[in-house]
């Protein structure tokens, strides 16, 4: 124990500091404010921190930077909105989202099907290009003219701001029925199918690699089938599912709008690392370029999707009630009227965002936590983010632990954007801000470290809130009469600053090993 | 005699570097074959061409009679190749256990090789709570050898494993290097002549990226002025 003291001196005594500094300066702070400032600094760094973790999981096995991951988040928030706010919409996309995705399950397939192609060496380069060509021109083709239920940016009593004010009402819409009128539907499912084959297809040309892979077995076409069949259900009973969900408690529905963001977030990492990423593994730079361009593709489409605006992502109801009872003195009236805040020590805390999300913020922690530590995919993280080429030579797989990593980390951040929406609100530039506290967060707590990512999220959320309320009621610097009110500016001013002074003394941040 | 391994006329390239140049090793079954030559001869990029960490752009390694260039590495380890690496690359946030866990290939391959490792190194038992940080050099080294013990590798490429280390420990090395090869091939580094002549029964010289002189190690042994031209020793 003693030596543990020793090696870890410096970072010890710079925790400490600060948080003298910040009992001092919350001298001068009552109780009240005090607690509410601390849980919402909690707040923010449990959002951060599911930002931060996953950024720094991908950067520290994979080596990339992945500059995307903030808009990821923020995507994760549009598609929990959707999903709770907008029940049918979801359910209308489904369909045509597992048949696109089915074609890519069959990699295993396809370099025997490319192997039978006997074509002349010009022609092979083309045929890859070619089938993705054809595979997006007949995805132009069919996808607008595939009936999915939505809203209308440009007539406000449609627009997402009004669908939010109605659920957050509880007013749930009759589902707009969905007609086939442009295109009839086996010929959209059936295309759809093939822009999915063709472009899988073309895209397993790339990747030379993949080549020499095992014999088929009915595993191979297993996930293809199960995408199929999960395609045709949706379709088929697609009415029965929207209403299932509208006539759900909102509190189920919101649920499950969080899982399937995180989902989504899981698939969409897989994706990318699969098909962008892979093949820039040794080009640090071009991978900066494309993840860069990534996240402004991805604000676009939401802003082409959702809109500019700003909205609110209602909160589920246990955590909206207003009632008679509110705010709530203990957590069993709390737990009756529902109620959206809650008296503690004096203070009104808002129970969704200050109170459930760190909680959550701490789940996440201990589950990725234990997945790091004690689950062979784990081991194989670890092992990986010292020495790629080690684990390689070992015999495992390590390109599958990269796909796995994305995903997850990618999931750790739509995870956080759906669970975020209802406390943030929704809006294209939620991402970026979140980005830029994650960095920070990562910097000051190393950036590889994953105890580091937490601490680092942390004390970003606690100094930002901090400083926010010293906006408010001045800070009283320790052992002097002097009154300091920090202007809005020195808010982010703020993270930053503790950032360049850790880095000065600790170079590695306060957790970050040694290289 | 059967050969496990053959490596015929492989070019590597690092970058732009153009680092081995036409290097062939025949490693016949059951033996322990040295590949000497001086720093920075390639000796390691060998080893690592033949896994596919650094593939080789023309040339063939033939591995059990298969064709295993320009397969992915894990799949080419996989096929039963323990690798013990220049400077051991041990994981050091892993505990000595999970070194070796990590290195399983089917389920319960630790488990059933545990006692045979700790008979060969019974030191590791001792420490196998312990981080990989807090290892010493030559402790560290067992652990590398035992971690490519772990699954059912016929054949051993094992990179210096007397750098660093102690005499007595050195000795240790080499007595459980002799009592692996009674059940698997090796391929072995060795910049130490001494070690590598007691060991080895066969050997490849490498020099400037090209296998230029290869025969029994006893024939080499007794050519001083070989052993004087090609490595520098007496
Ligand atoms: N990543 C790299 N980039 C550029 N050159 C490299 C790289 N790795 C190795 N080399 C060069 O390749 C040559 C062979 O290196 P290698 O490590 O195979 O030699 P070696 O015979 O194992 O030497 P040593 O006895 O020092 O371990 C050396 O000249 C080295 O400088
Ligand atoms: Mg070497």
Redesign the pocket.
């Known amino acids: 124990m003693s030596t543990f003291f020793r090696k870890n001196l410096l970072p010890l005594a710079t925790l400490i500091v600060i948080i003298i500094f910040f009992l001092a300066a919350a001298q001068g702070m009552n109780s009240q404010d005090f607690v509410i400032t601390l849980l919402r600094g909690l707040s923010v760094g449990a959002v951060t921190f599911l930002v931060a973790s996953g950024f720094s999981l991908i950067f520290g096995l994979l080596d990339v930077l992945n500059l995307a991951h903030g808009t990821l988040f923020m995507i994760g928030a549009y598609i929990g909105w959707t999903v709770f706010v907008r029940p049918d919409t979801f359910v209308d996309l489904l369909t045509p989202l597992a048949l696109a995705l089915s074609g890519f399950t069959l990699r295993d397939v396809y370099p025997l099907l490319s192997d039978r192609i006997r074509l002349s060496l010009s022609m092979k380069r083309i045929l890859p290009w070619a089938l993705i060509l054809v595979s997006a021109l007949l995805f132009i083709l069919v996808l607008p003219r595939y009936p999915i239920a939505g809203w209308n940016l440009d007539n406000y009593a449609q627009s997402p701001v009004t669908y939010s004010y109605m659920a957050d009402q509880g007013t749930r819409l009759p589902p707009p029925t969905v007609a086939f009128d442009q295109i009839s539907p086996a010929l959209a499912i059936g295309g759809l199918l093939l822009v999915s084959l063709l472009g899988s297809f073309g895209l397993s040309l790339f990747d030379q690699s993949a080549r020499r892979s095992p014999q088929l077995t009915w595993r191979s076409y297993a996930s293809f089938v199960i995408l199929l069949f999960i395609g045709l259900i949706t379709f088929i009973f697609n009415d029965a599912l929207t209403n299932f969900l509208l006539g759900l408690n909102a509190n189920w529905l919101f649920f499950i709008a969080v899982i399937v963001a995180t989902l989504s977030g899981a698939g969409l990492g897989a994706l990318m690392e699969m098909t962008l990423i892979r093949p820039l593994y040794s080009r640090p730079i071009y991978q900066l370029m494309l993840t860069i361009g990534l996240s402004a593709i991805g604000v676009q489409i939401v802003q082409a999707v959702w809109g500019r605006p700003e909205f609110i992502m209602p909160k589920p109801t246990l955590f909206n009630g207003s009632g008679a009872s509110c705010p709530a003195t203990n957590f069993s009236s709390w737990w009756q009227g529902n109620c959206s805040t809650i008296l503690l020590l004096g203070g009104r805390v808002r129970v969704y965002n200050e109170i459930l999300i760190p909680i959550i913020g701490v789940l996440v922690l201990i589950a990725v936590w234990i997945l790091l530590q004690r689950t062979r995919l784990g081991m194989i993280i670890r092992a990986g983010v010292q020495d790629r080429e080690m684990v390689e030579a070992l015999g495992i797989n390590v390109r599958r632990a990269f796909t796995i990593v994305f995903a997850l980390g990618v999931g750790l951040a739509t995870l956080g954007g759906a669970l975020a929406a209802p406390s943030m609100g929704l809006s294209n530039a939620m991402g970026e801000s979140l980005l830029l506290d994650a960095l920070i967060a990562l910097a000051i707590g190393g950036l590889t470290s994953y105890p580091g990512a937490a601490l680092g999220s942390l004390l970003v959320g606690l100094i930002q809130q901090f400083m926010i309320q010293y906006g408010q009621i001045g800070i009283s610097i320790p052992f002097t009469s002097l009154v300091l009110k920090p202007t809005p500016p020195i808010v982010p001013a703020s993270t930053v600053l503790l950032m360049v002074i850790i880095l000065l003394i600790l170079p590695n941040g306060l957790l970050g090993k040694k290289e | 005699m059967q050969t496990i391994l053959d490596v015929q006329g492989i070019h590597t390239f690092?970058?732009q570097?153009h680092?081995l140049q036409g290097v062939d090793v025949r490693v016949p079954a059951g033996s322990i074959t040295a590949l000497l030559?001086?720093?920075?001869?390639?000796?390691?990029?060998?080893l690592k061409s033949i896994l596919g960490l650094t593939p080789p752009r023309q040339g063939k390694v033939i591995l059990d009679g298969r064709e295993v260039q320009g397969m992915r590495s894990f799949d080419i380890a996989a096929m039963g190749i323990g690798f013990v690496p220049?400077h051991r690359a041990i994981f050091r946030d892993l505990s000595v256990e999970e070194n070796l866990k990590l290195a399983e290939r089917a389920k319960g391959d630790y488990v059933r090789k545990r006692d045979f490792i700790f008979d060969l190194f019974p030191d590791l038992k001792r420490l196998i709570a312990l981080p990989g940080t807090s290892l010493s050099g030559g402790q560290q080294q067992m652990l590398a050898i035992a971690r490519a013990l772990v699954a059912d590798n016929n054949l051993l490429l094992i990179?210096?494993p007397s750098e660093g280390l102690a005499p007595v420990i050195i000795e240790h090395m080499m007595s459980v290097i002799r009592q692996l090869s009674a059940q698997s091939t090796v391929v072995l580094?060795e910049?130490n002549f001494l070690v590598a002549s007691k060991l080895a029964e066969y050997y490849v010289i490498?020099e400037e990226?090209r296998s230029v002189r290869s025969g029994m190690m006893k024939d080499l042994v007794s050519d001083k002025a070989a052993i004087h031209r090609y490595l520098g020793a007496a």
């Not at chain 2, 030559?37 to 060998?46: D, I, L, Q, S």
């Open positions: 690092i970058g570097y680092i030559g001086r720093n920075g001869a390639g000796k390691t990029t060998t220049e990179d210096e580094v910049q490498i990226g």
